[in-house]
């Protein structure tokens, strides 16, 4: 089983960045799958989620800015970001919930 996250990078506050994370393996069809976070000397941090039938929720600091989207036949799980804001710089892994499988994460940072 392998998860691995692309697209992260730097932006300015306001902007955008959509991250990738494609998993091998059975795990994608048989886990909800979710993005965590975690900042520099702050614990990870539950982010999104998304369930096999498409059904999602938000940690509340990100509702209505970040999105969170899975392509089964692509065996992928997307995190759209939108008016991102320095607080949101930290490293970004996805995970199937349970399972025990991560990935080695991809660094966001959010700064002018």
């Known amino acids: 089983v392998q998860l691995v996250e692309s697209g992260g990078g730097l932006v300015q506050p306001g902007g955008s960045l959509r991250l990738s994370c494609a998993a091998s393996?059975?795990?994608?069809?048989?886990?909800?799958m979710a993005w965590h976070r975690q900042a520099p000397g702050a614990q990870r941090e539950w982010v999104a989620m998304i369930t096999r039938g498409h059904s999602t929720s938000y940690t509340d600091s990100v509702k209505g800015r970040f999105t969170i989207s899975r392509d089964n036949a692509k065996n992928t799980v997307y995190l759209q970001m939108n008016n991102l804001k320095p607080e949101d710089t930290a490293v970004y892994y996805c995970t199937g919930v349970a399972s025990g499988y991560w990935g080695q994460g991809t660094q966001v940072t959010v700064s002018s």
């Open positions: 393996g059975n795990i994608f069809s048989m886990y909800t």
